[in-house]
Structures are given as structure tokens and as C-alpha cells.
């Protein structure tokens, strides 16, 4: 395979950028998560070919590349943060939803990073438990697990909210 | 998947109700990147041996990125004949017009209602309602008379509109 | 048989009068099965009016007042938004282009009523020595917001109506009042500096001519060659819009008009860049097309540009070190401006000709334009993207002269029927009472023929163009 066609870099980000964005919050703050994904892109179109699997090659580099960050010091978004107003939002704001954005967004920071991780790749970010379990390098029973454990903490969170709202 | 049928039905409401939420856009600046990363793969030195091409590339790509990290509104930085590096929020060494801040033209953008109008005629306009005419308040000048003036006596005929905003007096 | 020839002659006499009593024009409008758009009159002999400027479709200077129409105009939009009703939109439609002897003229009156003061300062501000709309082209470029040119599309429509209603009412000098309204007006709103403002003029215009047509069929109704002939020509001067169209790149984007000297950073080129990307990113039409497509498509083809943009620059002539010091993004903005440059001019100067001169050329180099801007190394990218077509807009601001070029015509040969006992003439070059103009879209006369008392105009459409363009004119001329 031959160098990559900077033409195929629209598709790729239309497809995986807010996804990636999303994914490297889990560790940074948005500007830096956003950051890393730009850096990440570069990256790609820098390599002498085409990965095989280029939606895995991008999730994998922007999780090396956001723990890295993480690591070095770097702020991370931390849940204080978010309950202030002017926290970035994660998801769209809209009239259809089941949840409310916001509302998604304070019971998914709430979660422990490891299951937070697994919702947003399989939900968001659309990977199967093999891909996700390949990425993680982890069984995939225990990315399940991980993912039962988050939507059960979710929905824990949301009944709670509830409960305060009608309290 | 085996895994997805021992979900239970609660969880797979979550993950339903999850899965309808969309992820905001980033924050990144999609023609920069493009154009930016664009040029890291076209600037890769081709008759350079593969095996040091992958690495040249790399460095490139990372000074690139480190270089094209976005500088906040109004702010440049400049590097002094000594080597530090000062930073300024009151030098703008040059003004591009705030392009795509400007209010909309009613029903479209210039542009694009120009070229629709000449394909299609007047049908191409914007049709107002009673209520979009009246909230494009036009000029600051029109803005005063109607402050001055009622809107009942809009329906009045010439002379009571005249005698009104003449003389304050309803005929 | 002298009886009976005089019973034959009182009978005719008796059936051309009640034709003339009809207060109506036969069919107008294009019979569906016909692509060339047909207009169909019935006209009486009529001689040049005395004095000779007796009716004008523009305002007198002496009727005229000092002021800015422009307040006015935005006054009447508000009283007309206030009367507005938007579920009469379509009757009133339907009442610009009926028959007039169909006219519902008490329901006209009473919706009319509604609008008296809307009317009344339309008709103020039609009256003012001047228009000055102030629109902020200069500074504001393509993202200027205009005046609520929908709203000018309802007021001229109510003025169409009320011309209307005073024709099928007999009230002609009213009439006529109302058309010099609709006139100016169109002319006020086709001066301001922007090509949407011209085709809304022309637009205006186009409404008022039907007005004057409808005039023209009146029983007893004044010859209007003169009127006609004292319209503007160009009514709407294209020319005055496109020149600003010209402009408005460097308008928005100043730093291109010295590319050569600026002495920018990258980022500051980043910055022009983006600038330019927002502006292309307006101009996507399509649905399918959003800003973000066309600003990616336009990264995209920047970045394979740049190797020919080096070439390119170092052929006019600066060395390859000199190039090589730019940053990219002025390599690239130096060349497709240049390229743009190249084929905005090549357009562009037709217009500087008539429109029967210009047309053919402009076509062959819109048609050399189309080529280059085809594959993914567009020439001129993206600055190209943000030409309007020139030959459709000079089009539409000649098919207007055209219409009244036509209507001229068309009086012209009333006039000679006047002279020659209501027989219209062999041919159009047998009128000597006044000169019969040209038809300005293909510089000739108008094709001409005649049967009997009914005279077929053609106005051909420009060679190799739909028929659509075209217009015929056939007109009967009742004696």
C-alpha cells in the first residue's frame, strides 16, 4: 500500500473526530484532548502507508498519546470542574434525546475511568468487545464486565438524579 | 454477541438511551488540520532511504504539530533576537475581517441566495410573514421613528401618521 | 345589396364593439405546449399622444421630492408587513397575472384598502430625487446584510394590482401613476451595489412592464412608445452590481490585493486562509454540499497545488529562493489569485459590450472556464468558486430592455396603424412614424410577421440557448 491519499483524511476525521475527541477527555482537558487528536491525524498522514485497521491505529494513538499527556503532568478534567457551567460539553445538546446531555455527562464522569473507557468505545465510538478488548489488551470477558458495570452505573446515576429532581 | 444477550433490560435501556446521545464536534480546526497534515505527507523527502524516511517523517510531523498548536485570539508569540519568547495580547499585526461573524441575510447567506436568485428568480427569496418583516428592524434612523410612533396608528392613513409624528397629537 | 353590404358593416361594427367593450385582453402567458414564451395582445390603432412626453412611466423631476427614498422604503415595508395577511399571498399572485376583465375588482378594492399606507409611502418614496440604501458592501463583503428584498417583492405586487384595478376601471391616469411608482421603485432598488439587488430590480421592472402591456390593450388607452422609449437603457445597469461582485474578494479578504509585499507569519497566513475557506465554505449550494465538505475539498486540492504553484511563480519570474522562503499558504493564495485574476478578466470585459456583441464570446470563454475548473486541480481555486454567471445576470438585465424594446415595437406598429386606416404594417422597416428599435439581445430587429390584422413579434433567444429565453409577442390589432 502507498502513501495515504490526503483526500481519505476528510472521510476519517468525519467519522472518527468527534468520537476521538471524546475519547481523549476521558484523560485530558477538551483543548488538550483536542490537541491530541490533531497531533494523531498528523501522525497518520505522516506514516509511509495505510495502517490496516485505521480506526484502531487512531483510537490506540490517542489513548497512548492522551495517558501519555496524563502522565506528564498535564491538568486533567477533573468532576469538580464539570459541574461548572462553562465546562465543554461531551454530547449535543437536543430536544430528542432520552437523556439529557448534561445529565449523561455528570453520570458518566461519575464512573470509574476503566468502565468510562469501555462505554465510550463501544457506544461512541462503535467497537465491538474483541476490538475494544484488543485495544485495551485486556480479556474480553473482563471489557464486558466493565461494560455491564458502567451501564448499571449509569443508570444507578440517573435514578438518583431523579430522585433529587422530584425531591 | 454472546456478551450482548446477557445484557439485561435495563441495561440495554441505558445503553439505548446512551447510545442516542450524539458526541459534541471538537474543538479542532478542521481546515488546519487538513492542510497541515496534508503538508506533512506531501513534504515527505520521497528519495530519502525508507528506513531513516519513517523517522525523518515523524519528526516532521511532530514539528508541525508543535509548531501549528493554536495560538489563542489576538495572541502571537515572537521570538526576540536573544531567543525568549515574548508574548503579546495587544499587538495584532494585522486585521482579517471577522468573516462568518456578520449577521445572516434574511433566509440565506450572500452567496448562496445570489446564485440561487439567479437560477431561480425572485422565487429564491426569502417570503416574509407579517412577523419576520417586522422583527429586521432596518436602520437605526427608521428604529427611532417607530419608537416615536404607536403601532396602532400604523394602520392609520398618511395624515394621521403625519400629524402624529409632527405634533405627538392623534388625529 | 347596398343594404345588405350596410347591414353586413353594422353587424361587424357591432361585434368589433362589443370586442372593444371587453375591457380585457385576450389570452397572455405561454400556452403550456409552446417552449418559447408566448405573449398574446389585443392592441387598437393609436397615435403618439400630444404633447408627446403627455405620459411617462418614470416620476417627473417636478413631481419629485428632496430626500433619501431608502427611509421611506423601509417605512412602507413596515406598514405593509402590518396589513400583511399570509394566507392572500396566492390570491394576489393570481391577480397580478389574470385577465383583466377576471378581476374580482371588489375584493381587489377591499384587500387593496388594506394597504393604504403601505401604498401611500411606497409612492412617497418612489417620488425622492434620491436612493441611498447605505448598504456596507465595502466593509461587511459577503457578509452584508441586505434589506428585505422579499418584502419589496410584496409591495411591488400590491402596486402591480392597484395599476391593475385602474386600468380594468378605466382610471388610467391612476394607472399610469401607479406604473411610474412600480418604475422607480425598481430602479431604486436595482441601483444598490449588489447583484441580488439588480435582479430584484429587474424583477420590479419586469412586473411594472406587464402593467404597461395591460395598459397598451385598454380601450382608448394612450400610446406609450414615448413613455417606453424614456425608460433608462440599461433600465438596470448589471454593470454597476457586477463591478462590485468584482470587488468583494478583496473586499473581504484586504490582504490579497498585496500578496506579493505582505510580510506575514504562517500563522497570519493560516489566518487569510481560513478567511477565504469561510467565504467558499458560503457559497456551497447544494444540500448535499455543506461548508465543511467544500472547505475540506478545498484544503485538499490546496495542498496538491502547491508544487505547480512553486512552478508557476518562478516562470513570472521570482527566483526559487525566493519562492522557497514563502510560507505554502502564500505560495498557493499568490497563484489561484493570479489564476483567478486571470478568468474574472476574461469574463468580465464582455461586459464592458453590448449584449448581442458580448454574448458569444462570453459564452465560449464561460464554456473554457467551466473546463479548467473541472479535475481536482481547479484553476483559480477556491476564488473561482465565488463567480457568479455572468452571462445569466447580463441575460436578465437584457431580456428586461428586451421586453421593452418589444413593447416599443409593438407601439410603434399602433401608431402606423393609426396612420393607415388600423392596417398594421408589411414589415416592421415599412414604419417610418417613429424608428422601431432593435432587439438589444441579438442586436437586429425583431423577427416580424403578419396575417391579416395579427402581427407575430419573435424575439429569438440568444443562439444556442433554451427557448425559454426567447420571447413571441402576437398581437391583434383590433380596428
Avoid at chain 1, 468527534?18 to 501522525?43: K, M, N, P, T
Avoid at chain 3, 401604498?119 to 461587511?140: K, N
Avoid at chain 3, 388607452?221 to 462590485?244: G, V
Wanted: contains cysteine; proline residues 6%; glycine residues 6%.
Amino acid at each position: 500500500m502507498g502513501p495515504i491519499d490526503p483526500s481519505r483524511l476528510s472521510r476519517w476525521f468525519d467519522a472518527y473526530g468527534a468520537a476521538l475527541s471524546l475519547y481523549a477527555r476521558q484523560w485530558l482537558e477538551a483543548g488538550l484532548a483536542d490537541d491530541i487528536v490533531q497531533d494523531v491525524f498528523i501522525r497518520l498522514m505522516s506514516q509511509r502507508a495505510e495502517p490496516r485497521n485505521v480506526k484502531a491505529w487512531l483510537f490506540r494513538s490517542v489513548r497512548n498519546a492522551a495517558i501519555s499527556g496524563l502522565r506528564s503532568g498535564k491538568r486533567r478534567q477533573r468532576h469538580e470542574e464539570q459541574a461548572a457551567a462553562r465546562r465543554p460539553a461531551w454530547f449535543e445538546a437536543r430536544a430528542e434525546d432520552l437523556i439529557d446531555a448534561a445529565t449523561a455527562q455528570d453520570a458518566m464522569m461519575s464512573l470509574p475511568s476503566d468502565q468510562r473507557e469501555v462505554l465510550v468505545l463501544r457506544i461512541w465510538a462503535t467497537m465491538t468487545l474483541r476490538d475494544i478488548a484488543e485495544l485495551l489488551d485486556e480479556p474480553v470477558s473482563t471489557v464486558f464486565s466493565r461494560y455491564q458495570a458502567g451501564l448499571e452505573g449509569i443508570r444507578n446515576r440517573l435514578v438518583l438524579s431523579c430522585r433529587t429532581k422530584n425531591d | 454477541m454472546q456478551n450482548e444477550e446477557r445484557l439485561t433490560p435495563a441495561e440495554r435501556e441505558v445503553e439505548a438511551a446512551l447510545g442516542a446521545l450524539r458526541a459534541a464536534g471538537c474543538g479542532i480546526d478542521r481546515d488546519r488540520l487538513m492542510f497541515q497534515a496534508g503538508r506533512a505527507s506531501v513534504r515527505r523527502p520521497l528519495h530519502i532511504w525508507q528506513g531513516t524516511s519513517a523517522v525523518l517523517c515523524l519528526a516532521l510531523a511532530v514539528s508541525l504539530a508543535v509548531h501549528s498548536r493554536p495560538q489563542p485570539a489576538g495572541r502571537d508569540e515572537y521570538a526576540s533576537a536573544d531567543g525568549s519568547r515574548t508574548s503579546t495580547a495587544e499587538v495584532v499585526p494585522f486585521e482579517t475581517p471577522a468573516v462568518g461573524s456578520g449577521l445572516p441575510i434574511a433566509g440565506g447567506q450572500y452567496l448562496r441566495l445570489r446564485d440561487e436568485v439567479l437560477a431561480r428568480g425572485l422565487d429564491a427569496l426569502p417570503r416574509p410573514t407579517a412577523a419576520s418583516v417586522t422583527a429586521h428592524e432596518p436602520g437605526p434612523q427608521i428604529e427611532r421613528l417607530f419608537q416615536q410612533v404607536p403601532r396602532a396608528s400604523r394602520r392609520w392613513g398618511l395624515f394621521g401618521l403625519e400629524r402624529l409624528v409632527s405634533t405627538g397629537e392623534q388625529s | 345589396m347596398n343594404r345588405n353590404i350596410g347591414a353586413l358593416f353594422i353587424l361587424h361594427s357591432v361585434l368589433v364593439g362589443a370586442a372593444a367593450g371587453q375591457r380585457a385582453v385576450l389570452t397572455t402567458g405561454p400556452s403550456p405546449q409552446e417552449a418559447v414564451s408566448t405573449v398574446r395582445l389585443a392592441v387598437r390603432p393609436a397615435d403618439a399622444p400630444k404633447p408627446a412626453l403627455k405620459y411617462l412611466l418614470l416620476p417627473d423631476v417636478c413631481d419629485q421630492t428632496p430626500g433619501n427614498a431608502a427611509q421611506l422604503y423601509y417605512t412602507a415595508q413596515q406598514l405593509y408587513a402590518d396589513a400583511k395577511k399570509d394566507e392572500l399571498d396566492e390570491k394576489i399572485d393570481s391577480w397580478c397575472r389574470m385577465p383583466l376583465n377576471d378581476l374580482p375588482r371588489a375584493e381587489v378594492r377591499r384587500v387593496l384598502s388594506e394597504y393604504t399606507a403601505a401604498l401611500r409611502y411606497v409612492r412617497l418614496a418612489s417620488r425622492s430625487e434620491l436612493c441611498h440604501w447605505d448598504i456596507p458592501v465595502r466593509t461587511e463583503a459577503f457578509n452584508v446584510v441586505l434589506p428585505q428584498l422579499g418584502a419589496f417583492r410584496g409591495l411591488a405586487k400590491i402596486v402591480a394590482v392597484q395599476a391593475r384595478l385602474n386600468i380594468s376601471e378605466g382610471n388610467y391616469a391612476d394607472a399610469m401613476d401607479d406604473l411610474q411608482t412600480g418604475f422607480a421603485m425598481a430602479r431604486h432598488i436595482g441601483e444598490a451595489p449588489t447583484l441580488i439587488n439588480a435582479l430584484v430590480g429587474l424583477a420590479v421592472g419586469g412586473l411594472m412592464l406587464d402593467g404597461a402591456q395591460d395598459l397598451m390593450q385598454a380601450p382608448d388607452a394612450p400610446n406609450l412608445y414615448w413613455a417606453l422609449a424614456d425608460l433608462p437603457r440599461p433600465f438596470i445597469d448589471m454593470r454597476n452590481a457586477l463591478r462590485w461582485e468584482k470587488a468583494l474578494v478583496h473586499l473581504a479578504v484586504p490582504q490579497l490585493r498585496n500578496l506579493t509585499r505582505a510580510d506575514l507569519t504562517p500563522q497570519q497566513w493560516n489566518a487569510v486562509m481560513k478567511n477565504v475557506q469561510e467565504i467558499v465554505a458560503m457559497g456551497a449550494v447544494s444540500s448535499a454540499e455543506t461548508g465543511w465538505q467544500s472547505r475540506l475539498e478545498m484544503a485538499a486540492v490546496s495542498i496538491k497545488l502547491y508544487p505547480k504553484a512553486k512552478r508557476y511563480l518562478m516562470e513570472l519570474g521570482q527566483s526559487k529562493e525566493q519562492v522557497e522562503r514563502m510560507p505554502v499558504q502564500q505560495v498557493v493564495l499568490m497563484y489561484s489569485l493570479d489564476r483567478y485574476t486571470y478568468w474574472r478578466d476574461e469574463m468580465f470585459k464582455w461586459l464592458s459590450l453590448p449584449y448581442w456583441q458580448a454574448h458569444e464570446p462570453l459564452k465560449q470563454q464561460e464554456m473554457a472556464f467551466a473546463k479548467s475548473q473541472g479535475g481536482a486541480l481547479a484553476d483559480g481555486f477556491p476564488f473561482t468558486m465565488l463567480l457568479p454567471s455572468l452571462r445569466r445576470a447580463y441575460f436578465r438585465a437584457t431580456k428586461c430592455d428586451r421586453h421593452v424594446a418589444a413593447l416599443q415595437c409593438i407601439e410603434a406598429v399602433r401608431m402606423h396603424a393609426a396612420a393607415h386606416d388600423g392596417r398594421p404594417p408589411a414589415s416592421l422597416g415599412d414604419i417610418h412614424v417613429v424608428p422601431v428599435p432593435n432587439d438589444p439581445v441579438t442586436g437586429k430587429a425583431f423577427g416580424y410577421e403578419v396575417k391579416g390584422n395579427v402581427v407575430t413579434l419573435d424575439a429569438p433567444p440568444p443562439a444556442g440557448d433554451s427557448p425559454r429565453d426567447g420571447a413571441k409577442y402576437v398581437i391583434t390589432i383590433i380596428r
